[in-house]
Nanobody
Framework: QVQLVESGGGSVQPGGSLRLSCRAS????????MGWYRQAPGKERELVAS???????NYADAVKGRFTISRDNAKNTVYLQMNSLKPEDTAVYYC???????WGQGTQVTVSS
């Protein structure tokens, strides 16, 4: 059974930091590209960052220079380090395996004063 479990969300002030984690099970983790997505109320789910099986990364323009995606294949985990958080980063954050139909349950990130 394929499972993705996100964690690490919370409520922070603007300028603060959070590190999200997504642990996968039921797959050979190291061979898959992984992505972080987010969905704010009333908006479409959007790609935030991705990392390939070869450790190449890509970021949405809105988060470049502030977020860093990484992976630890020994732990079957992909991370999203989020620095200099802004109110517009508020959303539920999800991870995804490649272009597949598997998603985690999401973790809420709220940035407010």
């Amino acid at each position: 059974q394929v499972q993705l479990v996100e964690s690490g969300g919370g409520s922070v002030q603007p300028g603060g930091s959070l590190r999200l984690s997504c642990r996968a099970s039921g797959i050979i983790f190291r061979i898959y590209d992984m992505g972080w997505y987010r969905q704010a109320p009333g908006k479409e789910r959007e790609l935030v960052a991705s990392i390939t099986s070869g450790f190449s990364t890509n970021y949405a323009d809105a988060v470049k220079g502030r977020f860093t995606i990484s992976r630890d294949n020994a732990k079957n985990t992909v991370y999203l380090q989020m620095n200099s958080l802004k109110p517009e980063d508020t959303a539920v954050y999800y991870c995804r395996i490649g272009s597949g139909s598997y998603w985690g349950q999401g973790t809420q990130v709220t940035v407010s004063s």
